[in-house]
């Protein structure tokens, strides 16, 4: 079943709101006539009145965060699906009584507008809004009519789009196939083809090389005389969302070692093939997927630039589109109660869109009528399909793929993703105090973490991944107990040479193998340098819901080059690069692109830098 982001509904969030306060008093303006007209007709107390006003205040809330909106009394169908959706996510899934009280009480409350005259809105939008009560007791959005296009007319108009351009450029680059890193990435000598494809001038960096902002001409495709280094295709978002797009929509298949297309990639390039519409169709719906949903939601800024951006992609298909000041004005985007920085990710969100043809930004937002019934299966999936594993918040967006790429490695006989799997109901998460140390080093390379507790291993795999700077090329490994003990890895690896292959990684949080203090595992990196990081429990701390998942407090020591020969080929390498006399000096500070002068620290660490990383990827 398709998965859809979780947003904190107003029931959810730690402090008052600009939308909860204004709903507060837009309600609290018809409270009085609320209360005598259920007095008058249900013949019920003030008391019972007011405690069926209180779903209806969450639920304005969220009706002035889905629309541009400061009436309780005048609601647009599509905002008030989304608002209605959003009130009974607030609830706990297993609270049937809570969740059934909520719907009734705004079905009581849409009532007594029409029924007093208090609805200040049309007709038309009453039926609709009214329409929502009566569909089984679920809450949906009304469905998007798609215009009616011949289809060579819808295939012109999706074929048109920057985005399709972009995916044959991508398929035609990759050919018979391409190498990744152990966790589905592209390798770094791949990164400058594949960039380029989607309309972006990067490149995979020698280790450590700084990042840079991302150049874009005016048609945003790449600048050619502005060529920058990234160290990951992680640090590549365009990239990385046609990534996870590609094989949400099995256009590729993704080996432990090679990704390379499927016959539908073939269907998509052969001119004329009769598949190729429903495999463009399938791919555009995926892509937004991931555009719109594919981050994680640690931030409340995401969340709410988000939920703006599905109601502004579900009025853009409907005959009351948000005029494009909605994106720019700042009343109106505190009338949609974004602050700052959610605005300036909305209206990136958008403009990228728009630089893909998926959606117009003229005097009001609209979509091409060829890439409607896209947006209409996003929009219509995002509330009405449930995520296969509530306990799994990092799942996949509608089967697209974590969009930072980390999923195990799959093998080529086992092509298919794995169903995810229920994890065992475990208590509230809560956090944990990790030191994580590389074993050998001189002088010692250690981080000290806070980790939620639920975070699975093949997470905790992607955090130290990022707080040692390695690059996923090669196969790793947790272990407890020490050897011959249990292993963990990545789902389908191979056994360690005595017949028994780990278990699946993604299975087991790092809270079930660490209980105590002073409990500890090992995660090895790489089977030939043998990078054995040892991960020791130093504390348990209560969870605080306002903090980021994954932190870093402390550390010391450069992350060592990838493939330099362990800790003994790295106090080599160290020793080379800061002695001009040594006569591999010149070798290595190619090799590590090192600027004339640099000196190489091996104690440097910047704990400001890995903590932006990992908010990002958490």
């Known amino acids: 079943m398709a998965k859809k982001t979780k947003h904190k509904s107003a029931a959810?969030?730690?402090v008052t709101s600009v939308s909860d306060l204004r709903a507060e008093r837009a309600v609290d303006a018809v409270t009085p006539a609320f209360v005598e007209w259920c007095r008058q007709t249900e013949g019920g107390r003030a008391e019972e009145?007011?405690?069926i006003l209180r779903p209806v205040k969450r639920l304005v809330a969220a009706y002035f965060q889905a629309s541009p909106s400061s009436e309780a009394t005048n609601f647009e169908p599509g905002p008030f699906g989304l608002a209605v959706a959003e009130t009974i996510s607030g609830y706990d899934e297993d609270d049937e009584d809570g969740i059934t009280f909520a719907f009734a009480a705004i079905h009581v409350y849409v009532e007594f507008l029409g029924e007093t005259g208090a609805w200040t809105g049309t007709e038309e939008n009453f039926d609709a809004v009214d329409e929502l009560f009566h569909m089984d007791g679920e809450a949906s959005l009304p469905e998007i009519v798609a215009p009616t296009l011949m289809e060579e007319e819808e295939l012109a108009g999706l074929a048109g789009t920057g985005l399709a351009r972009r995916l044959e450029r991508l398929l035609l680059w990759l050919g018979d196939g391409r190498t990744v890193t152990s966790t589905g990435a592209l390798r770094l000598k791949e990164i400058e083809g594949?960039?380029?494809?989607?309309?972006?001038?990067?490149?995979?960096?020698?280790?450590?090389?700084?990042?840079?902002?991302?150049?874009?001409d005016d048609l945003g495709d790449a600048s050619p005389e502005a060529m920058v280094t990234v160290n990951s295709m992680n640090q590549v978002p365009m990239l990385v969302k046609f990534w996870a797009a590609l094989e949400a929509s099995d256009l590729i298949e993704i080996g432990s070692t090679k990704a390379w297309p499927t016959p539908l990639a073939e269907e998509f390039l052969e001119p004329g093939h009769p598949g190729g519409l429903e495999v463009l169709r399938d791919f555009m719906a995926k892509f937004l997927a991931v555009a719109i949903y594919g981050e994680n939601d640690w931030d409340p800024a995401v969340t709410q630039a988000s939920m703006a951006q599905t109601a502004a992609l579900y009025a853009a298909c409907t005959e009351k589109p948000f005029?494009?000041?909605?994106l720019t004005d700042p009343a109106k985007l505190q009338r949609l109660d974004l602050d700052m920085y959610a605005a300036a990710i909305l209206q990136e969100r958008m403009d990228e869109l728009a630089e893909l043809g998926l959606v117009t930004l003229d005097k009001v937002i609209t979509v091409p009528p060829a890439v409607v019934p896209a947006v209409a299966a996003v929009m219509q999936g995002a509330l009405t399909d449930g995520p296969d594993d509530a306990d799994d918040p990092w799942g996949d967006p509608w089967g697209a793929g974590p969009l930072l790429p980390g999923s195990p490695a799959r093998q080529p006989d086992a092509p298919k993703k794995q169903p995810s799997r229920k994890r065992k109901n475990l208590a509230p998460a809560h956090i944990l105090q990790l030191k994580v140390m590389l074993k050998g080093s001189k002088p010692p390379i250690?981080?000290?973490?806070?980790?939620?507790?639920?975070?699975?291993?093949?997470?905790?795999?992607?955090?130290?991944?990022?707080?040692?700077?390695?690059?996923?090329?090669?196969?790793?490994?947790?272990?407890?107990?020490?050897?011959?003990?249990?292993?963990y890895g990545p789902a389908g690896g191979d056994d360690d040479g005595f017949g028994d292959p780990p278990l699946d990684e993604a299975s087991v949080t790092i809270g079930e193998l660490l209980t105590a203090e002073k409990d500890s595992i090992t995660y090895t990196y790489d089977f030939g340098d043998d990078w054995v990081h040892a991960i020791t429990l130093e504390k348990t701390l209560p969870?605080?819901?306002?903090?980021p998942a994954v932190r870093c407090t402390g550390g010391r020591g450069r992350g060592p080059a990838e493939d330099c020969g362990g800790v003994w080929g790295w106090a080599t390498v160290v020793e080379a690069v800061n002695d001009p006399a040594h006569e591999e000096h010149a070798e290595y500070r190619e090799w590590l692109g090192m600027d004339d002068g640099e000196r190489l620290d091996p104690k440097a660490f910047d704990k400001e830098e890995l903590n932006e990383e990992l908010v990002e990827m958490y």
């Open 12 to 14: 959810q969030r730690s």
């Open 543 to 547: 969870h605080d819901a306002g903090v």
């Open 194 to 216: 594949a960039a380029a494809a989607v309309g972006v001038a990067a490149r995979g960096a020698a280790r450590n090389a700084k990042r840079e902002p991302l150049p874009m």
């Open 446 to 487: 250690w981080r000290r973490l806070l980790v939620r507790s639920d975070l699975t291993l093949e997470q905790m795999h992607r955090v130290i991944q990022m707080s040692f700077e390695w690059l996923g090329y090669h196969l790793h490994e947790f272990r407890v107990g020490g050897w011959p003990g249990t292993s």
């Open 323 to 326: 005029p494009v000041e909605v």
């Open 49 to 51: 009145a007011l405690e």
